[in-house]
Nanobody, 118 residues
Framework: QVQLAESGGGLVQPGGSLRLSCAAS????????MGWYRQAPGKQRELVAA???????NYADSVKGRFSISRDNAKNTVYLDMGNLKPEDTAVYYC????????????WGKGTLVTVSS
C-alpha cells in the first residue's frame, strides 16, 4: 500500500530554516503531483506548496519567496525547504500524493509538527 513518511519537523526560532522530507513507498512516485499542506489549531488544512511530475511548482501566497518545494524521484522523496520562518508558520505539515484523476486516490502522511517560537 501507499505510505508517506514525513520527517524533519521540530522547534525553530523565527527567521530560522528547516527542511521537511517526505519519503514515499508503494507508489510510482514520479507520476504524481506531490504536495505539502499544513493545519494550524482551529484552522482548515491549506495547501502550502505542490510540485508536479514535470517539475511545475505552486505556492501559497503566504509562503511564496520563503519556501521551496523539490523532488528527487530517484529517492522517492519530496522536500519542503522553509526559510525565514515566522510564528504564523506553526502547524502540522502533511505530505500528500495527489490523485491523478477524479476517480483516483489521495494519500496523506501522518504529519510532522513545525513550531516556530523564541
Amino acid at each position: 500500500q501507499v505510505q508517506l513518511a514525513e520527517s524533519g519537523g521540530g522547534l525553530v526560532q523565527p527567521g530560522g530554516s528547516l527542511r521537511l522530507s517526505c519519503a514515499a513507498s508503494g507508489t510510482i512516485f514520479s507520476r504524481y503531483t506531490m504536495g505539502w499542506y499544513r493545519q494550524a489549531p482551529g484552522k482548515q488544512r491549506e495547501l502550502v506548496a505542490a510540485v508536479t511530475s514535470g517539475g511545475g511548482e505552486n505556492y501559497a501566497d503566504s509562503v511564496k519567496g520563503r519556501f521551496s518545494i523539490s523532488r528527487d524521484n530517484a529517492k522517492n522523496t519530496v522536500y519542503l525547504d522553509m526559510g525565514n520562518l515566522k510564528p504564523e508558520d506553526t502547524a502540522v505539515y502533511y505530505c500528500k500524493r495527489e490523485r491523478l484523476g477524479y476517480f483516483g486516490t489521495d494519500y496523506w502522511g501522518k504529519g510532522t509538527l513545525v513550531t516556530v517560537s523564541s
